[in-house]
Structure formats: C-alpha cells, structure tokens
C-alpha cells in the first residue's frame, strides 16, 4: 500500500492481517472479537426481518454496515506492525491503542533486578504472559539512570528535568515527555505542557527525553531537511485519536526525515528517544534481538 503527502512517497507494508487463527492467538484481539461479535448479533436482533417504513425514523443500516463498523472497531484497537519505506529507507513501526494494552515502563537499575530486554521477557514469562515489544525508552546517564522524569506505578523515580540549557540532544528546545495516566490515555507532550499538566491528573508512567521532534503537528524548526548528521533513530508519537506510534529507523537518518514519517504514520505530537544506541525487539516482524537490549535507559514494553 502507497501514501503519497507532501511529495514524498511511502511504502507501508502491514504483517498483520487479522485472520481468525491470529486473532484467537492474541487474548486481548480475542476479547475484543467476541465482544464485537455480541454487539453484531444484538443488533441483528434488534432488526425486523420485514421492517415497516415509518417517515419519522432514518433507514436502519444494512447488514454489511453493522459487520463493517465491527471490523473497522476491532482494527482500530488492534496493535499494527509494520516496516515503511520512507525516501528509501526502512522504518518498523508500532501503533496500539494505549487503553487496550499493557504498555508499561521499566527502570533499567530497579535494586537487585537489571532491567534489559531478556530480563523483561523473563518477567512477563513469571506472570505467564508474552512481551510483545520492546523499545529503548528515553535517554539516561552513564550510570544508566534516566536524564529527566522517570514515574513507573505512580511513583516519581526521578524528578523533571526543566532546565532549558544542557548539552546534547536531550535539551535541544524543546524537549518534551511520553507519560500514560491512570485511565490509559497516553500523552506525547513539551515539558511544560507536562509541568502544567501533572498539577491536574495522576500519570501512572511518564519518562523525558528530548527534543520534541514534531509539536501540533509541525517539525521542530531547528531540523534540517538534508542534515549531514544522521544516525539510527527512534520516536514516540501520539495521533489525534490518541493512538501511540513508536519507530525506529533501520539505517542511520536524519532528524528530519524521522519527524516526516512519524507525521505520515498519522502523528501530531512526537518526541525522540534516542539516537545510535536505539533498538527495538518486535518478534511479530521477527525484528531486533532480545540479547541486544543490554545498557540502555528506561525501557518501553508491551506484555499480552
């Protein structure tokens, strides 16, 4: 499938076709199924077989339409990998909605328990489910501890960093935070959009990282389309029907180019997590390295 925006030409391709052996594989796609199901034959039910035309009522939609807005609903919540080809270069991407998954944020360093990508998978094993994704999740210090927030189960780990002057990419202007409240509802947003609004709800998960890579919509205007300075990359983006998109490109890329594919794949606001170091282990693509995730900050994860 072909997206054409802005001049530019994406290539998506989706390993994720929602055959029915997949779907009662997935437990949480499964629930979602059956349920979507009920609906269908409630509705069905509802329909008379021989319905009298009544000027004062609308049609009552088809069959096709009910079995339609069904299967629209259960993909919209279902998670979607994918790699995409963005000026010829490749990028996996991830997006789930966050209120029908179990995202969760690990500290690298939790006392006696190391956090990597094999030691998450080991964890999620102990509570019998499958880790599904795993990203590198903001940028840390070298003693692996998180350069800005950290808030994993409601519990501040480290404070927000608000200072606006630093070295490297972490306090390029402006720098922002992903965070997941007690409702689900993910939010990619500035610090000081994060400042204000830590005041009015309780975030569950939250880490910072920086810059903020595409903020309403719009590339942070210190990147340069045609950059000499590339590396691998990776982001974390929300759309406007509240949807998180992680990617992580394959070769090294520019800031730029990022930020465009993140806005292709439907995002308006998006933030950076890392640069060389990043790595993602998403088994359903068969991408990434479980054995690779060692040394690296606050970890991003998806347990089914």
Do not use: W
Request: aromatic share 10%; net charge neutral.
């Amino acid at each position: 499938m072909c997206h054409r925006h802005t001049g530019y030409l994406i290539k998506t391709h989706t390993n994720t076709s929602l055959s029915f052996d997949y779907m009662f594989q997935n437990k949480t796609t499964r629930n979602i199924l059956l349920i979507s199901v009920g609906i269908v034959g409630i509705v069905f039910l509802l329909i008379p077989s021989s319905p009298k035309e009544d000027p004062s009522v609308g049609p009552l939609p088809s069959s096709d339409t009910v079995v339609k807005v069904a299967v629209d609903s259960l993909q919209a919540l279902h998670p979607v990998a994918t790699i995409d080809t963005f000026r010829e270069v490749a990028y996996v991407t991830y997006t789930l909605a966050p209120q029908h998954a179990d995202l969760r944020i690990f500290n690298p360093d939790s006392g006696s328990r190391k956090h990597t990508f094999a030691s998450v998978q080991s964890l999620a094993k102990e509570e019998s489910k499958e880790l599904q994704f795993i990203v590198n999740g903001g940028m840390f210090r070298q003693d692996r501890g998180p350069q800005g927030l950290l808030v994993i189960d409601q519990k501040l780990l480290h404070p927000l960093d608000t200072a606006t002057q630093g070295y490297g990419n972490f306090y390029m202007q402006p720098n922002g935070v992903f965070a997941l409240d007690s409702g689900g509802k993910a939010y990619v947003t500035t610090t000081q959009r994060y400042e204000n609004l830590a005041k009015q709800k309780v975030f569950s998960y939250a880490t910072q990282s920086g810059p903020m890579m595409v903020v309403d919509g719009k590339i942070n205007a210190q990147f340069n389309d045609g950059s000499p300075n590339k590396h691998i990359r990776n982001a974390v983006g929300t759309t406007a029907e509240g949807r998180v998109v992680f990617g992580i490109s394959k070769i090294p890329v520019t800031f730029f180019d990022l930020s465009s594919l993140m806005i292709q794949k439907g995002c308006v606001q998006v933030l950076y997590l890392d640069g060389f170091v990043s790595k993602m282990y998403l088994p359903e693509l068969k991408e990434g390295d479980i054995e690779s995730g060692n040394g690296l900050g606050p970890l991003i994860a998806i347990f089914e």
